[in-house]
């Protein structure tokens, strides 16, 4: 994240416009038709404004449709390194009523994790998000048990990200407040890692389960959703039923869109994907899983 900060807060308008652009056609020659983006990687008032008019702009002239995250919490830039609550003051302060005045955001995601952003942080940000009419999402328990998971249930977010390290306690509360558990296999998978969300366990206790790539500069360039779809059969212990029902249906009710998209029905978009696949199990059995012939988005052919 902080390798980021200086490309982000120093490039143009027009140049990050490509930059998106670019990685925008790559999610949709793997089938991407509808994309949640984070911004982040700015973590100053005009950066972070900057990256979500980015969004807006390439979501207006791009296939694929975008839905944009404020996550001006997703770590303190150098500046704020000694002094953590100025800069979450500035985030409840100024970012967070600027984003909102703006109105190109829908969601507030903070990254609730030892070392970055504690319990009591996270429940401000996010609740000046919610009086600023920004839906609650939540970064929580990645990499260690810190109580996020059932700050999430607390706050009725729409979902919680990551969960590599949820305890029972953070799995009920998810269950019990009907928090999307929003799993990111591609992350465990890019950094060498073997410790994999509780899929299972998740699914048992009654969480609904979305599937992502968490494309990111730093612990997951993976673009390509057949290739999630495999490692959450390999290791999340998903059947292709659930993982696919997650990729679609699920995710597009995490971001509050079901009604246009995530299933193939009367009245909503004919985004389709056309497989060249006998059974839906071939995803995984013919690893990585890319074998899409055609790409549909609004029922125009783009692939």
């Not at 404020?70 to 100025?86: K, L, Q």
């Not at 779809?229 to 509050?256: D, H, N, P, R």
Request: charged fraction near 20%.
């Amino acid at each position: 994240i902080q390798s980021s900060i200086e490309g982000v807060r120093n490039a143009s308008l027009e140049d990050l416009t490509i930059m998106v652009n670019r990685r925008m056609d790559n999610f949709l020659k793997f089938g991407t038709t509808t994309i949640e983006a984070k911004s982040g990687y700015g973590l100053s008032t005009e950066s972070e404004l900057k990256s979500l008019e980015v969004l807006r702009n390439v979501s207006l002239k791009h296939e694929i449709d975008i839905v944009p995250t404020f996550m001006g919490a997703h770590t303190f830039p150098s500046e704020y390194s000694e002094d953590h609550e100025s800069y979450v003051d500035l985030i409840c302060n100024e970012m967070i009523p600027a984003v909102a005045e703006q109105g190109i955001a829908k969601f507030c995601d903070v990254f609730c994790e030892k070392g970055y952003f504690n319990l009591k942080q996270t429940k401000r940000i996010l609740n000046i998000g919610k009086i600023h009419n920004l839906t609650s999402r939540i970064h929580a328990d990645e990499f260690q048990d810190s109580g996020a998971a059932e700050l999430a249930g607390e706050l009725n977010c729409i979902s919680a990200d990551h969960l590599m390290a949820v305890n029972n306690i953070g799995i009920s509360s998810l269950a019990q407040n009907r928090v999307i558990g929003t799993l990111l296999p591609g992350t465990t998978f890019f950094l060498g890692s073997h410790r994999y969300a509780p899929a299972r366990k998740l699914i048992d206790a009654g969480v609904e389960i979305a599937l992502a790539t968490d494309f990111n500069p730093g612990s997951s360039h993976i673009q390509s959703m057949p290739f999630i779809l495999v490692l959450a059969c390999l290791f999340l212990e998903m059947t292709i039923e659930e993982a696919i029902k997650a990729s679609t249906w699920q995710g597009a009710v995490s971001l509050g869109i079901e009604k246009t998209v995530g299933s193939i029905e009367i009245g909503k978009k004919a985004d389709i994907i056309i497989w060249d696949l006998d059974k839906p199990i071939d995803i995984v059995y013919l690893c990585p899983g890319d074998n899409i012939n055609h790409v549909f988005k609004n029922g125009k052919q783009v692939i």
